[in-house]
């Protein structure tokens, strides 16, 4: 008979190896997809009982996945993890179940339903509501979705035909989730209209105003403009005051993605600085595992409504055989409202983390990171073979390494690929205006001063080696 505690024993002792090297070491053990599918013996057969084998496909796992808590790891907008949110994610695997029910998951509703009020309080929405959703791709589609259904009083029943035309107006430079979002809920991609950003990359909302002008000449109705705080890959604000006010005149839902850069909600000096008047607009997401550090995925939608929005346009089709709440009671049944019918317990490390480190050990961490970024660029500005390609305005830093314009973009990209596969460092490649950048972001408790002096000086040195072998 199998002893389960000598397995659990055993995974923990490796777990634990794993994680006390995880900053360790190379980020990763590269290899090419068809030598990595050997090495996984993919095809090699397994039978019920056999636990050693099961254990050697853990640990090729461990081995040849990419340490992202390294602070090598520099490439996306998430990294690692705190440590709440690991013991979390373990009790969750453990205890499996289904947060969508107050019967089958009545801790996890309660966490996350108290984790939404703090959120709201937080915010300052102070009649919202708010979901958990399984990202800002969804939170984004969600806040669409309501803002698609306000726009006409039999939108959910009857769809769209026969409406006025719809239209959404987001940054040229806005996450993709957005034309996804566009797509599924059936307004068509072309009709997300981009605005231009300045230089900085923010929304120029002179030009939103002429965009949204001459969509109601023809007839069509600006139902949602989606804010970014934060974009991906130039890190910019979209100015939240001057679309307020252009709310008042043609009454859309203004929804903020601040995916990325609503982390600064914990720290009113920062809140201040980069999302001023956040508690007016109507929706606003962020997620908690990108730069809070919860495990993925971790986010969640807040609403500036009191009036059961969520559930009015999410609840469709007979949900009697599961959920008990009616719809003027307080909603315990989450799953009624959401998008899902099963919904994964994100609740549980949201509610830990947030206890472990609350909003003063939150708002100092990403105080620090920003403070990480300055250092960042002054170092690039020290160095003769790099060069800034967009300025920095908060926690993006877009730069290059200099050589001949006409074969800039395929050595960056080339110097990226090379630190990567000898496992040196992982840094982002992006676009900004046409151009190849290295796009650094920081997003990981192991990035300090020195690691970041050690990233430059392996950066230029993997560069004029290359450059040399160019030549
Ligand atoms: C601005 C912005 N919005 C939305 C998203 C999507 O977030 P998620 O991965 O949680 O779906 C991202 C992801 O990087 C993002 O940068």
Same mark, same amino acid.
Request: hydrophobic share 35%; net charge negative.
């Given at each position: ?12 002792? #490796? ?5 006390? #090297? ?7 053990? $590269? ?13 090699? @057969? ?21 340490? #992202?808590?390294? @602070? ?28 969508? =029910? ?8 309660? !966490? ?21 959703? *399984? ?9 669409? /979705? ?34 996804? +979002? ?6 068509? *991609? ?19 105003? #002429? ?30 005051? @001057? ?41 606003? *997401? ?7 550090? =919860?495990?993925? /995925? ?27 709440? =009616? ?8 799953? +009624? ?31 620090? !990171? ?24 908060? $926690?993006?830093?877009?730069?290059? !390494?200099?050589? @001949? ?14 630190? $990567? ?9 992006? $676009? ?40």
């Amino acid at each position: 008979m199998t002893d389960e505690t000598e397995l659990l024993k055993r995974l923990f002792d #490796t777990l634990e190896d794993y994680h006390r #090297t995880r900053n360790m070491g190379t980020l990763v053990d $590269y290899h090419p997809p068809e030598d990595l599918a050997e090495l996984l013996e993919l095809d090699r @057969p397994g039978s019920e009982g056999d636990w050693e084998r099961i254990f050697d496909w853990i640990k090729k796992y461990l081995d040849y996945g990419v340490k #992202t808590a390294h @602070p090598t790891f520099l490439n996306r907008l998430w990294s690692g993890s705190n440590l709440p949110s690991i013991l979390a994610e373990m009790v969750v695997a453990v205890s499996n179940t289904s947060s969508d =029910s107050y019967e089958s998951a009545p801790v996890s509703i309660l !966490y996350e339903k108290h984790m939404i009020q703090q959120m709201l309080d937080l915010v300052g929405f102070s009649h919202g509501e708010g979901q958990m959703t *399984t990202g800002s791709s969804n939170a984004n589609m969600l806040a669409m /979705m309501c803002a698609r259904n306000r726009s006409g009083e039999r939108v959910k029943e009857d769809g769209l035909s026969g409406q006025s035309k719809l239209y959404g107006f987001v940054n040229q430079d806005a996450h993709y989730s957005m034309d996804k +979002a566009a797509n599924i809920l059936g307004l068509g *991609t072309e009709n997300l209209i981009k605005v231009p950003c300045n230089s900085s990359g923010e929304m120029d909302t002179e030009e939103l105003e #002429t965009a949204i002008e001459s969509v109601v000449v023809d007839g069509g109705i600006p139902f949602f403009v989606g804010l970014t705080a934060g974009t991906t890959v130039r890190g910019a604000f979209d100015p939240i005051p @001057p679309v307020l006010d252009l709310r008042k005149k043609h009454g859309f839902w203004l929804h903020v993605d601040g995916a990325w850069g609503g982390a600064t909600i914990m720290s009113d000096r920062l809140r201040e600085q980069f999302m001023p008047r956040l508690n007016k607009v109507d929706s606003f *997401t962020f997620d908690f595992h990108k730069m809070l550090g =919860s495990a993925l /995925m971790c986010n969640v939608l807040l609403l500036n409504q009191s009036s059961h929005t969520l559930g009015k346009v999410c609840a469709a089709g007979d949900t009697s055989y599961l959920y008990r709440d =009616s719809e003027d009671n307080e909603v315990l049944d989450l799953g +009624a409202v959401s998008l899902q019918c099963g919904r994964r317990v994100d609740g549980l490390k949201w509610f830990l983390d947030w206890k472990f480190y609350g909003k003063d050990g939150f708002g100092k961490r990403i105080e620090d !990171y920003l403070d990480l970024c300055v250092f960042a660029e002054e170092c690039i500005r020290d160095r003769p073979e790099l060069e800034l390609v967009a300025p920095r305005v908060s $926690y993006n830093i877009c730069f290059r !390494y200099k050589v @001949p314009e006409n074969r800039a973009d395929a050595f960056n990209k080339l110097l990226r690929n090379t630190l $990567y596969q000898r496992g040196l460092y992982m840094v982002g490649i992006a $676009y900004v205006e046409q151009k190849l950048v290295l796009r650094l972001v920081i997003s990981n408790t192991e990035v300090t001063r020195d690691s970041l002096r050690c990233f430059f000086s392996e950066l230029v040195s993997v560069g004029r080696e290359l450059d040399n072998g160019s030549e």
